[in-house]
Antibody
Framework: EVQLVESGGGLVQPGGSLRLSCAAS????????MDWVRQAPGKGLEWVGRGRNKAKSYTTEYAASVKDRFTISRDDSQNSLYLQMSSLKTEDTAVYYCARDVGAGGMDVWGQGTTVIVSS | EIVMTQSPATLSVSPGERATLSCRAN??????LAWYQQKPGQSPRLLIS???TRATGVPGRFSGSGSGTEFTLTISSLQSEDFALYYCQQYNNWWGTFGQGTKVEVK
């Protein structure tokens, strides 16, 4: 079964850091571009960033709202994607999803999400 | 920045009726558009990619059309499980902007 499982969410103070993980199974993780998408409470979807695969030189891209604060990395040997978040703001409070990017075709597999709450 | 605008915000439809959702881009995105369905408490589900190609397992009552800046998602005969939120997303540039969503509710 193709599956993505996020973990690492929690409560963090403004200015703090948190690292999210996404464990992939059921497909060849190393072949795929992977994305992070978030959804603030009661709000719509916001694309956060993308981590490309080895074939695409492991390049990353970020939404302007998180650029220079968030870092995407991956460990193909562990079939895992990561989102390192720093200098967190209250507006970063959201459910964070990892998703498999079809590569110019949308995102066809999504995890269940992990909740990040930034509050003092 | 490519901005995606969905209309209407809420669509009230009776079961069995047709639903037509719109998505507009502020610049040409060719057919680089996806549609997603999200139900309360669930993750989004890919319905359509390439503006008109149904994803695996998506029922035939869902169809997508359009190119350039104007796109439509049509649900030909609404079933109870189709009442949900629907988002469009462009991927013409590397920043995959979403629309704000259309809620399809029971009339």
């Amino acid at each position: 079964e193709v599956q993505l499982v996020e973990s690492g969410g929690g409560l963090v103070q403004p200015g703090g850091s948190l690292r999210l993980s996404c464990a992939a199974s059921g497909f060849t993780f190393s072949d795929h571009i992977m994305d992070w998408v978030r959804q603030a409470p009661g709000k719509g979807l916001e694309w956060v960033g993308r981590g490309r695969n080895k074939a695409k030189s492991y390049t990353t891209e970020y939404a302007a709202s998180v650029k220079d604060r968030f870092t995407i990395s991956r460990d193909d040997s562990q079939n895992s994607l990561y989102l390192q978040m720093s200098s967190l703001k209250t507006e970063d409070t959201a459910v964070y999803y990892c998703a498999r990017d079809v590569g110019a075709g949308g995102m066809d597999v999504w995890g269940q999400g992990t909740t990040v709450i930034v509050s003092s | 920045e490519i901005v995606m605008t969905q209309s209407p915000a809420t669509l009230s439809v009776s079961p069995g009726e047709r639903a037509t959702l719109s998505c507009r881009a502020n610049e040409n995105i060719n057919t680089k558009l996806a549609w997603y369905q999200q139900k309360p408490g669930q993750s989004p589900r890919l319905l359509i990619s390439g503006a008109s190609t149904r994803a695996t397992g998506v029922p035939g009552r869902f169809s997508g059309s359009g190119s350039g800046t104007e796109f439509t998602l049509t649900i030909s005969s609404l079933q109870s499980e189709d009442f949900a939120l629907y988002y469009c997303q462009q991927y013409n540039n590397w920043w995959g902007t979403f629309g704000q969503g259309t809620k399809v509710e029971v009339k």
